[in-house]
C-alpha cells in the first residue's frame, strides 16, 4: 500500500474527484495514512466522510477493508461501483459532488465553530462559505501557508 504521509502534508483537497465523487480521494489518503500510522492530525471517517457514505450506502469499515487489501483509487471505485447499496446515476453523482461543494454548517454549534477557526486562520477572509473553504485553507495554512 503507498500511504501519504499526512505529517508531511496534505490530503488531497474534498473537492478533487474520482469517478465523478467529491470526498472521496481526500477519504482514501486519510484512510491508506490511517493504516500506515501516518495520518497525523487527520481523521478517516469524519462527518465530512459519511456524506459519502449515506450517499453510497457504503460502511466506513468496508471500505477501509478495501484499501487495506491495497487496492488503488481506481480498483476502490471499481469496488464502490459495484457494492454499493445505493446505486447512483452518473446525473446523481455529479448532482451530489456540486452540492457538496455548497455544504456549510447548519446548526448554531458548529457556525460558531466554524467562526472561530475564520478567525483563527484570518479573520480578514470574507470568502469562506463552506466545508471545503474551510479544510482547503486549513491544510493549506497547517503546512506553513499564509491564509
Same mark, same amino acid.
Do not use: C
Given at each position: *500500500?503507498? !500511504?501519504?504521509?499526512?505529517?508531511?502534508? !496534505?490530503?488531497?483537497? @474534498?473537492?478533487?474527484?474520482?469517478?465523478?465523487?467529491? $470526498?472521496?480521494?481526500? *477519504?482514501?489518503?486519510?484512510?491508506?495514512?490511517?493504516? !500506515?500510522?501516518?495520518?497525523?492530525?487527520?481523521?478517516?471517517?469524519?462527518?465530512? &466522510?459519511?456524506? %459519502?457514505?449515506?450517499?453510497?450506502? $457504503?460502511? @466506513?469499515? !468496508? =471500505? =477501509?477493508?478495501?484499501?487495506?487489501?491495497?487496492?488503488?483509487?481506481?480498483?476502490?471505485?471499481?469496488?464502490?461501483?459495484?457494492?454499493? @447499496?445505493?446505486?447512483?446515476?452518473?446525473?446523481? $453523482?455529479?448532482?451530489?459532488?456540486?452540492?457538496?461543494?455548497?455544504?456549510?454548517?447548519?446548526?448554531?454549534? *458548529?457556525?460558531?465553530?466554524?467562526?472561530?477557526? $475564520?478567525?483563527?486562520?484570518?479573520?480578514?477572509?470574507? &470568502? =469562506?462559505?463552506?466545508?471545503? &473553504?474551510?479544510?482547503?485553507? &486549513?491544510?493549506?495554512?497547517? %503546512?506553513?501557508?499564509?491564509?
Amino acid at each position: *500500500m503507498n !500511504a501519504p504521509n499526512l505529517t508531511q502534508r !496534505a490530503p488531497r483537497s @474534498p473537492r478533487v474527484r474520482l469517478g465523478g465523487y467529491t $470526498i472521496l480521494p481526500r *477519504m482514501l489518503d486519510k484512510a491508506r495514512a490511517t493504516l !500506515a500510522g501516518t495520518n497525523g492530525e487527520y481523521v478517516y471517517d469524519t462527518p465530512n &466522510d459519511g456524506h %459519502f457514505f449515506r450517499f453510497t450506502g $457504503i460502511q @466506513p469499515e !468496508a =471500505l =477501509l477493508e478495501q484499501v487495506k487489501r491495497g487496492a488503488g483509487d481506481w480498483e476502490v471505485l471499481a469496488w464502490v461501483r459495484e457494492k454499493a @447499496p445505493l446505486q447512483r446515476t452518473p446525473l446523481e $453523482i455529479n448532482q451530489w459532488s456540486d452540492w457538496t461543494e455548497t455544504v456549510s454548517f447548519n446548526d448554531v454549534e *458548529m457556525r460558531e465553530w466554524f467562526t472561530e477557526q $475564520i478567525k483563527r486562520l484570518n479573520p480578514a477572509r470574507e &470568502d =469562506l462559505r463552506g466545508t471545503f &473553504d474551510y479544510l482547503d485553507l &486549513d491544510d493549506f495554512v497547517s %503546512f506553513g501557508g499564509v491564509a
